[in-house]
């Protein structure tokens, strides 16, 4: 009786462990960060049935319609057409020499070898579907599911003699053993010197075998239809098989494919991938599926490459990529109330979420929600703009328009914080004695202990009320983060503002945080991150301010939110589509965007906390987003690179060319490379040096670089790519150029002009010196005569030239300086063109000019302008520095403004500088102009139309689209000049713009400008013309196109006036 009771206690305690296995193993809490590619990504369709990475690094992918490679990019396709054997791909292998074979479904094999596509000879027998090709002893193997087995060898077919039962779907090999698995089970080939013999390996007979690899010198894995994985450990006695470990997978799909990490990886064909831990007990560790991130469970291969990132090819889901999982995005199918997340606090795994009309507990280990509490329960329906855990345990919350509470957690329990503010930015919680409260009505310093509260704002001192973040450091010492403000810290009783911050132009901060010994970073509102060090101005006596922006790795010089991890002495930067990491020690940045594949973060400002194991935690407009530190991996796997091509003069030449030697001219030469790495391809970075021209290495993240004019000479090519962590590849290649002398470089042809030219100068001499002596006594009776009368008159135009040399050299010494202040307060046009396809024509008609442009930008626009100020020359210079300040103030003072609104204010403003009112309308100088203000990311409609707000002071704009200008009419009044009774108005125009359209704006000197063979004006009919002809040309064609049609309408007359234009194609 106590036997069968300890069988049946025994018996149930199996099942319930199994129960719960199953539970655990069935549990999605981690989400995988796949890159899906698809047709939209050049691929032909999105059935994926082979992956192989080629020996150049390119990633080949055969579809059911056609073969496509990927570098990083788009994907590349070829078919039938480019000498394919049929559109139908299934199976991929690596052969010699680079080359690549290709299965089909139908119609055999196809070599891909030296960039051309070879179609094998059809062997006797009818084709079945090729489901796989492998690479042994130097022959390709052919597995088309027949019983005969087949191999290529010198390009040709042939079969060996003898049969596998079932039929060949797959090979591998160990040692100078093959093996194939069928049908009927797996089977050993032995080339061995008494002949081929084929033996049945144990344990799988009559098992349809449908993947079969082997990993290095440890393992052998086979997989069957029924979802039964055969593991055999390497090396192994083929003539007395050793018993394989049999895993049966959860889903008991057929296997279709494995890779190897620190698990076994199965993709089955229903259910997803199943992952295995290769220990004693080889347990399931995971299953990934459509529940945490893929897309389609229908699997056909996998492929991890040199690099180690995963790649899947699934059944009508298109191919998948997965290099790290360090990033994880969490949303409603993981368990979340809602996917817009404002802000998030709490512990390791238990979470506290603020959305927009309530407060959620959420358990992120297992994915399921603790709690959810609105006005229903205790709390109140608002937005919860931010969270922060106090050292007491208890939650503190930040409403939007209820102001903060306090939640107990023990006794899930609210109560109202005693802060004067219904609208809460961010709560910093400091010590157990100091919660500091970032509000719209100021800042609020509480002290939980004794109840205290106080705050500070505009009376106290504060630039402004609507503080978005603070950061303490103790004994009294508070920075804090607001927009129209500069930095500023509250240190006991004294406020200090830091003014003189560098190109610090937004006055606009939204988060700060320390990083250890007094190092401040504040993150602003577009121009970048700051970092400032205090211990620095002790030192020095002057404030060191370091800014950081997209030049120097920034994803975006606007930030949302910073976060010091200490663990990794890292300062993390949120933006609004990813998150940059900063390394203090380096000054190294590592972004995390789109084009790294992170998932779709779209941040919330300041929304985001680190957990005690150095987790961070975003709230974003897509979910709750995750970023582990700790398996962030550095890449050390170099790039591969190789050149693709050298051109000269569009005549290319072989990448493989090492020495290219050329007869005399002048080239232009363009290189073409690539480095693939698909971890991070667009952090990819090239050097490269042309010895001959360079002497130091230069960077770029441009696929290409060229070299224009070059001659004779012998010149050194190099260059070596660098992947995002700075790891080098290890080609650096090299190309020697070699350009011969002109011939009159060569010695031969200088010695003969020498001698030529040295015989005519002594014949020249010779005749020259009879006749010059003749001559000089001649001359010599009146040199005396003129010597005295010269020398009186010498003296008194020396005295007059002395005089006017140094009026003029004052005069002109201004107006170059005035120049140089002039040209400095004009924007960059690198900086105007980085955000705008554009070009601007700029020819003042003096040394300083009337007319000039100007150009800023806001998170939501960006504002251009070209103004034609009264007169030209110094007058017009002096107009063009108050038009040019008085903008700049403006878009300080108002926020993201109408176009018509900084004309009314810039009237404003020069009729009150100049005292136009008190002149009695005698004092009418200012200036006509052109405003555009462009939306940054307007969508209205599929076509991809943009849209532009445009207010004109005598200045009008011309659009043109589709090959039609229209015009858009300016104000007839213009920019100062006092009208006694008269009230000026601007309006705006909307202008609606498709894609690749252009808007044009400009001054009136080229319309103005006297030329051509009548002598006239160039007229306002021709520039509606010449922008009508234009609008199909590129802005640097655009550029050359008027500086020509200019040259010659002036042909030799002078300028008449200031001139500017300017384009831009939206």
């Known amino acids: 009786m106590k036997a069968d009771f300890r069988k049946y206690f025994a018996g149930r305690q199996r099942f319930f462990c199994l129960v719960f296995f199953l539970i655990a193993f069935l549990s999605y809490s981690q989400q995988y960060n796949f890159k899906i590619f698809s047709q939209d990504d050049g691929l032909p369709q999105s059935y994926v049935y082979a992956l192989e990475q080629t020996q150049f690094g390119y990633m080949a992918v055969g579809t059911g319609d056609g073969l496509s490679f990927t570098g990083g990019g788009k994907f590349k396709t070829f078919t039938s057409k480019n000498g394919l054997a049929e559109n139908f791909v299934t199976a991929l292998e690596n052969g010699a020499n680079g080359d690549l074979w290709i299965g089909h479904f139908q119609k055999g094999v196809t070599l891909f070898s030296s960039n051309k596509f070879s179609v094998m000879p059809a062997y006797e027998t009818s084709w079945g579907p090729v489901s796989q090709l492998y690479f042994f002893d130097g022959k390709i193997f052919v597995a088309n599911r027949s019983e005969d087995l087949l191999c290529i060898e010198n390009g040709k077919f042939s079969k060996l003699p003898l049969k596998i039962s079932g039929g060949v779907r797959s090979f591998s090999s160990y040692g100078g053993n093959l093996f194939a698995a069928t049908n009927e089970g797996l089977f050993t080939i032995d080339f061995g010197k008494e002949g081929i013999s084929v033996l049945r390996v144990p344990a799988c007979q009559n098992k349809k075998i449908t993947a079969l690899k082997n990993f290095g010198d440890s393992l052998l894995v086979a997989g069957s239809d029924e979802g039964e994985i055969f593991i055999y450990k390497l090396p192994m006695n083929f003539r007395n098989f050793v018993l394989p470990k049999i895993i049966q997978a959860v889903s008991k799909k057929e296997i279709r494919d494995f890779i190897l990490d620190e698990n076994l990886w199965a993709g089955t064909f229903g259910a997803g991938i199943e992952k295995f831990e290769l220990n004693g007990e080889n347990s399931p560790s995971g299953l990934i599926s459509e529940k945490n991130g893929l897309k389609n469970a229908y699997i056909n291969c996998l492929y991890k490459d040199f ?16 290099e790290t999982e360090n990033f994880q995005l969490y949303t409603k199918e993981n368990g979340l109330a809602s996917e817009q997340l404002f802000s998030v606090t709490g512990k390791d795994n238990l979470l506290y979420l603020g959305l927009a009309n309530g407060l959620q507990i959420y358990d992120q280990a297992n994915n399921v929600s603790l709690g959810f509490f609105d006005a229903k329960n205790g709390f109140v329906n608002d937005e919860v703009k931010c ?51 970032s509000t719209v009505d100021g800042i609020f310093f509480y002290n939980p202990l004794s109840k205290k509260i106080s705050s500070i704002t505009t009376l106290e001192g504060i630039p402004h009320n609507n503080v978005f973040q603070t950061f303490s450091e103790g004994s009294g ?10 930095l500023a810290l509250i240190s006991n009783d004294s406020i200090t503002l830091y003014k003189d911050i560098p190109d610090f132009k937004s006055f606009s901060i939204n988060s700060i945080c320390g990083a250890g010994k007094g190092l401040i970073y504040f993150g602003t509102e577009g ?26 790795g920034l994803l975006s010089n606007y930030i949302y939110g910073l976060l010091y991890d200490k663990k990794n002495n890292s300062i993390i930067s949120t933006h609004k589509n990813g998150i940059s990491i900063l390394e203090i020690n380096s000054g190294k940045i590592k972004r995390y965007g789109k084009s790294e594949n992170l998932p779709a973060f779209e941040n919330n400002i300041n929304s985001f906390f680190q957990s005690p194991s150095g987790k961070i935690y975003f709230g974003t407009a897509q979910g709750l987003g995750v970023y582990d530190p700790n398996l962030q991996k550095t890449n050390t796997v170099p790039p591969l690179f190789h050149i693709l091509s050298v051109t000269a003069n569009n005549k290319k030449f072989s990448e493989q060319d ?12 363009r290189f073409d490379f690539i480095g693939i790495s698909f971890r991070n391809n667009e952090g990819i970075k090239y050097f ?13 993240a441009e696929k290409f670089v060229e070299f224009p004019k070059i001659r004779d000479g012998e010149f050194v090519f190099t260059i070596y790519a660098e992947n995002a962590d700075g790891v080098k590849s290890k080609i650096i290649s090299r190309t020697i150029i070699v350009i011969d002398k002109p011939v009159y470089k060569k010695a031969w042809f200088i010695i003969l002009v020498c001698l030529v ?3 005519c100068v002594f014949s020249f001499v010779r005749l020259r010196l009879k006749a010059l002596e003749k001559a000089n006594m001649i001359l010599e009776q009146k040199v005396k005569e003129k010597t005295k009368e010269i020398e009186e008159d010498k ?62 930008e806001t998170e939501s626009y960006y504002y251009f302008s070209v103004v034609d100020c009264t007169g030209h020359g110094v007058p017009g210079a002096f107009m063009s520095l108050i038009g040019s300040s008085y903008l700049d103030q403006i878009m300080v003072e108002k926020k993201e403004p109408l176009p018509s609104e900084i004309l009314t204010a810039l009237d404003f403003k020069v009729i009150d500088s100049l005292k136009q009112k008190n002149t009695d309308g005698k004092l009418k100088d200012g200036m006509d102009m052109a405003m555009c203000r462009i939306e940054k990311n307007h969508l209205n409609d599929s076509a991809g139309s943009k849209k532009v707000l445009f207010s004109g002071a005598g200045r009008p704009l011309y659009q043109v689209s589709n090959g039609v200008l229209t015009e858009v009419k300016a104000s007839m009044f213009g920019i100062g000049g006092f009208m006694e009774g008269i009230q000026k108005k601007w309006k705006d125009t909307e202008v609606i713009a498709l894609k690749g359209d252009w808007i044009y704006i400009f001054s009136d000197g080229f319309g103005d400008q006297f030329g051509g063979a009548d002598f006239k004006r160039y007229s306002t009919k021709k520039l509606k013309n010449l922008f009508t002809f234009l609008a199909a040309h590129g802005p640097q064609d655009q550029y050359e196109f008027i500086r020509k049609e200019l040259k010659e309408w002036k042909g030799e007359h002078e300028q008449m006036d200031d001139i500017l234009v300017a384009g831009i194609r939206l």
Do not use: C
């Open 658 to 669: 090492s020495v290219i030697s050329l007869s005399y001219d002048e080239f232009n030469f």
């Open 387 to 437: 969270l922060a855990l106090a050292a007491d345990g208890k939650i503190l919350i930040g409403t939007k328009s209820s102001g903060a509470f306090f939640y107990e957690t023990e006794k899930r329990k609210f109560s109202k914080a005693p802060v004067a503010s219904s609208d809460i930015n961010s709560i910093n919680p400091v010590n157990d004695s100091l919660i500091v409260f």
């Open 307 to 322: 690099e180690g990132n995963k790649w899947v090819g699934t059944y009508g889901g298109g191919a998948y990529l997965l």
């Open 795 to 856: 003296k008194i135009i020396e005295d007059i030239n002395k005089d006017l040399e140094h009026k003029n050299l004052e005069i002109t010494s201004s107006i170059d300086y005035a120049k140089r202040i002039q040209t400095a307060l004009l924007p960059k046009k690198q900086d105007i063109q980085q955000n705008l396809d554009s070009f601007i024509f700029y020819r003042p008609r003096d040394i300083v000019s009337g007319d000039f442009y100007w150009y800023t």
């Open 757 to 759: 030219f040295g015989l």
């Open 527 to 552: 121009d970048g991150l700051y970092s400032y060090d205090p211990s620095t101005e002790l030192r020095t006596g002057g404030k060191t301010f370091k800014r950081k922006t997209v030049e120097e």
């Open 477 to 486: 010492r508070t920075w804090f983060a607001a927009h129209h403000s500069p």
């Open 688 to 700: 490269y040096k042309m010895e001959g021209l360079q002497s130091e290495f230069k960077s770029t």
